[in-house]
């Protein structure tokens, strides 16, 4: 029995790979991986065709049509939960990349004025808690929300939003530990499904995060006025000290948004979450495809990332890049592929051995421009960049 494959044992059903975010060494990210090498681009609006059950889904989520928009009743996954949000790419990359970071959240003016008792509370973003808990209360009052739960439902953000206003409610010191809002059984028993439940956009303002990236999980523990509360009993200390050490290295690039630098292992990896327009067309939580000027979209000190109106677009763009050897960001980096995470795409490079997160500083604002300058333009590929374009898109994989 113990020499057989999972799939061989009696009972068995078949699995997936998977892999966790902030352990994982791939080169290419982490997160729940599903290795999708169709190249299929994500679909979310308009109708969905009907093919055969056992068919890959014509939305592109890499799933089988019956375990996705061809299930009996079963609402399908959203896939760019995030969308609306001009710090999309960043809380991509909290949720499926960084292993510990947080960034302090305030409620919507329309959230407050329908509930002025929340005014003042303090609210914090993290990506993982302790025992992987959607949320925590803290006894001082302090909220903790996770981005990186165990069992997420079918809308991240309409979770992250259920357990932010279960905690609110809470009693000081109180745990939250409900299912996700958005698993299929409740959403099956909401009136109106999952367009009625809430979302990061309706319950948090709007201005992008201020994102803190840390070497460890120090933050679960209270402090007090800055410094360190009482130190944590035994229990505590030895969690902290297991969480700590699956921490991969990462740090946030501060010259470009949404770009991180890990060493996971022995390997050096730089992976950068690009923005897209949101489907049917640019809204109102996201800049414009052609604002390439900085403003409050991204954090200070950051260059304004270009929106690609399509994930088309921005493919073709890499091409463009690859084909005149300008996909670097530094000397000894290598360009690997991308995958898509939450309805996004993250290009991923190998970096040289030692080489350090400010040594992509510059590499990376120069990156920017050649991308602000490709994406712009409107020339059909030559068959030297389809072969590349195509190359890519056959090596990409999709993150669940």
Not at 130 to 151: F, K, M, S, W, Y
Request: proline fraction near 8%; glycine fraction near 10%.
């Amino acid at each position: 029995m113990a020499r057989r494959t999972a799939s061989q044992r009696p009972g068995a059903r078949s699995t997936r790979p998977t892999a966790t975010g902030s352990r994982s060494g791939s080169s290419v990210g982490a997160g729940t991986v599903d290795r999708d090498r169709s190249g299929a681009q994500p679909s979310t609006d308009g109708e969905i065709a009907v093919v055969g059950p056992r068919e890959p889904c014509p939305c592109g989520s890499g799933r089988r049509y019956k375990a996705c928009h061809g299930g009996r009743g079963r609402p399908a996954p959203v896939l760019r939960p995030f969308v609306g949000r001009r710090d999309e790419p960043d809380l991509v990359a909290l949720r499926e990349l960084v292993p510990s970071a947080t960034a302090p959240l305030q409620l919507s003016a329309a959230h407050l004025e329908a509930h002025p008792e929340h005014a003042g509370r303090r609210i914090i973003l993290g990506t993982m808690l302790p025992q992987a808990a959607p949320a925590l209360v803290r006894d001082d009052g302090e909220i903790l929300i996770a981005i990186q739960t165990a069992v997420p439902g079918l809308d991240v953000s309409r979770d992250i939003a259920g357990a932010l206003l279960a905690a609110l409610d809470a009693t000081p010191g109180s745990v939250i530990d409900t299912p996700a809002a958005s698993s299929p059984l409740l959403v099956n028993q909401q009136a109106g499904g999952l367009a009625a439940l809430p979302g990061l956009v309706d319950v948090l303002d709007p201005a992008p995060l201020e994102i803190t990236v840390w070497d460890g999980f120090g933050w679960w523990l209270p402090s007090t006025d800055g410094a360190e509360g009482d130190a944590p009993n035994q229990e505590a200390a030895a969690l902290l000290e297991r969480a700590n050490a699956t921490v991969v290295p990462t740090v946030r690039l501060d010259g470009v948004a949404a770009a991180y630098w890990c060493h996971p292992g022995d390997r050096w990896h730089l992976r950068w979450s690009l923005p897209l327009a949101a489907p049917g067309g640019t809204d109102a939580g996201s800049p414009s495809d052609s604002d390439t000027s900085t403003d409050s979209d991204t954090d200070a000190g950051t260059d304004t990332v270009p929106v690609a109106a399509s994930e088309e677009a921005l493919l073709d763009a890499l091409a463009r890049l690859a084909a005149a050897d300008q996909l670097t960001v530094g000397p000894g980096s290598r360009f690997v592929g991308f995958f898509r995470a939450n309805g996004l795409v993250v290009p991923v490079w190998d970096l040289a051995a030692g080489t350090e997160a400010s040594a992509c500083e510059q590499p990376a604002v120069e990156l920017l421009a050649a991308y602000r300058a490709a994406l712009a333009e409107r020339a059909p590929l030559d068959a030297a960049q389809r072969r590349i374009r195509a190359g890519l898109v056959g090596r990409s994989l999709t993150l669940r």
